[in-house]
Structure formats: C-alpha cells, structure tokens
C-alpha cells in the first residue's frame, strides 16, 4: 500500500522570479495543478534539509508555476532555493482513474512470473509512443524493460504492490550496469522522486496502435516500452 504520508517531490525551483521573493517552478508533470491547490509544501534543499512551508499564492505562467512561499519576501532569498525540490504528501494527489496508477505507487513493487517472484520495479521509463518497466531480476544478470501493454503485463496491483508479468517472451534483458557514484535523486525515477506520474496497462488497440507507430519508423518495441501513464500524459 502506498504510504499516503510521503512527501513526493512535483516540481524544482528553477530561479527567483522578480524581486518580491517568488519563485519559478519546473514543474515535472507539466500538466499537474496540485501545487496550484496547496496551503502548504515542503521545501527540499540540495543539502537533504526541509523544511515545510506555507503557500502565500501560487499561479500558472505557462508551462510552469509562480510560487510565493512564506517568508521568502525578496530576490536574493529566493536565489538561495534554487535547484530545490517542492513536494506535497502522496495524499493529496487526484484519485487516478480506473486502470491508472500512480508511478510512486508502483517503483519498489514486487514483479512476479507465473506466481513466483522474479524481481522489483525500481523504474518507469517514458518513451515517445511507449512506456516500460525497469524490472531488476533477483538474479542479479541485469535488467528487463517490461512495456506497460496487456502483452506483457497481466496485472498491477499497487495495493499489494505487486505486478503480475504474463511473458517476457521477444524481450531481450540489458546489460549489467557498472556501479555510479550517487547523485541526488531527480524526477521520474518513478518513485519517492518522481511519483507524480500515473500510469495504465492499454488495451490491446493502444498496444497494436503503438507496435505499428513503431515499425513504421523502423522502431523496436521491445525495447521502446508502452504505457507508463500509458496512454495519457503525466498525472498528479
């Protein structure tokens, strides 16, 4: 079950905007208007602290937010939260439509074939036409991109956090990756960072839809994935 009380990063704070102390937001879903309904957010800094925060006002300019947080009144205040994440608690996303999830709700699911685990989703992963899971195999040989079509995916349950694979026949697994130094966690990991996507398994007249968008260009669905939020752009 997802934890509703978690804070899930929905934007970064990309520069001060004039001299009053507001802020510009890159919002990660640009479509989402959660943070246009808050009272509250927390703030993340780059450092890890946070610190949660009032909302004085919020706005739209375009593809992204104006945001005045409490006490930040002028521009070299706000310079100082730039590159900040602004999350609001798992709870207050919109409740997803039937056969959508949240990508939050699903990185760190267990991933099961013919009942028996065989992994976890530790990624969404977001392509022109399709979407995928990034599956890590308990066996440790590397990892699988699941795309999100009825082909593949039988079920995903993000009450029990589990997603059931039907085959992973005509997939081919990628390569162990060599171990990176740790950065700060960014968007669309799909997870605690990036959940604010939703996500749905398409019918299979989406699936034959993107499977021909895809050999009309000389694609390889196999590895391009369908679905993530699916059919639908990001959600919260």
Known sequence: MADLDAWVPLAEIARPHGVRGEVRLKLFNKASDVLLERDEVLVRLA????????????????????????SVDDRDRAEELRGALVCVRRRDFPQPEAGEFYAVDVVGAEVRLSGERVGVVTEILSYPTLEALLVRFDD????WEIPLTETYVGKVDTAARAVELITLEDLERLPPKKPKKAKRPRKDAGGAEGGARRACVPDGEEAREARDHDDASGGDDASEGVGDEGARPDGA
Do not use: I, Q
């Not at 450092?47 to 300019?61: F, I, K, L, P, Y």
């Not at 440790?140 to 990892?143: E, F, S």
């Open 47 to 70: 450092d890890g602290e946070e610190h949660e925060v009032s909302v004085e006002a919020a706005r739209r300019a375009d593809d992204a937010v104006l945001m005045k947080l409490y």
């Open 140 to 143: 440790g040989k590397g990892d």
